[in-house]
């Protein structure tokens, strides 16, 4: 595997904790263009990769973000070098309106001079990142009062307006409507045109409508990897996450693997890839 000038690369990760390893000799690449998904069971060791891209935990091997290694620097150094990365909950700043949370996240590569002076105007990356996320009515909103999906798109928003080359999101659509996960993944497609988009996600409904390449982790290891297809024909995969290797396919199962009410309904609905 060989790292492209654009592309983020994680070869060999491993992360231990107390003797206990949690990923052990992780490979998969994400380049923009792409919704790169990494999904598995509970306890896969997926956040725990993201984790230690961003610098939340260490990790030995590689991670390189271009020609950067990324791994052993310190969680601000890898903001700074362009990888924005989502929570489960959305940090936003409840009391403050839409535009005052970009305003601060625009802030994060000003310098502390020009922090001081009055400001004239809108950004343009904070117009930008309204319109990209759909928001630019909501401007005067106070985050507290947005929807649950809103809230999400506005951590993306503050993202986008610090310039990111690669963005992690940890389960973006957990609890949004139908909707809002069908405006998410919209999204998050055209996110991808131009920035590296790697999503971990439990909903494989979502994952099977929006993702271009998938990794399977299970208990720390890759298991399978390759475009939606693939995985979900692949017996190693039935065999984790249903317990047989059986010929039907895949197309509604790994929806029922996890027990989330989103994952049992598109399962009974019959929705498919």
Not at 78 to 89: A, D, E, K
Not at 121 to 141: F, H, K, M, Q, Y
Request: aromatic share 4%.
């Amino acid at each position: 595997m060989t790292a492209a000038a654009d592309a983020l690369v994680v070869t060999d990760l491993r992360v231990e904790f107390d003797g206990f390893v949690a990923v052990g000799g992780v490979s998969f690449d994400a380049h923009p263009g792409e919704v790169r998904f990494l999904i598995g069971p509970n306890g896969a060791g997926k956040t725990t990769c993201i984790d230690a891209i961003t610098g939340l935990s260490k990790g030995t091997g590689s991670v390189t973000l271009g020609d950067q290694e990324l791994l052993g620097r310190p969680v601000n150094k890898i903001v700074r070098l362009g990888v924005g990365r989502t929570f489960q909950t959305a940090s936003v700043f409840e009391q403050l309106t839409v535009l005052q949370n970009l305003d601060i996240a625009a802030g994060l590569h000003r310098s502390a001079l020009s922090l001081l002076r009055a400001r004239r105007g809108v950004d343009p990356s904070i117009e930008t990142a309204l319109e990209e996320t759909g928001l630019s009515a909501e401007r005067a909103t106070p985050a507290g009062i947005l929807s649950h999906g809103q809230k999400q798109w506005l951590e993306i928003a503050m993202m986008l307006v610090q310039g990111p080359r690669a963005l992690l999101l940890d389960e973006p659509v957990a609890g949004m409507s139908q909707d809002e996960r069908t405006a998410t993944g919209e999204l998050l497609q055209r996110i991808a045109e131009r920035r590296i988009v790697l999503v971990v996600e439990h909903d494989m409904d979502f994952m099977r409508r929006y993702a271009s390449r998938v990794t399977v982790l299970h208990q720390g290891k890759v298991l399978s990897e390759g475009a939606v297809a693939q995985v979900q024909a692949d017996p190693k995969v039935q065999e984790v996450y249903l317990g047989t290797a059986g010929a039907a396919t895949t197309t509604g199962m790994l929806a029922v693997a996890e027990s989330t009410p989103a994952m049992t309904d598109a399962a009974t609905q019959g929705n498919g890839a």
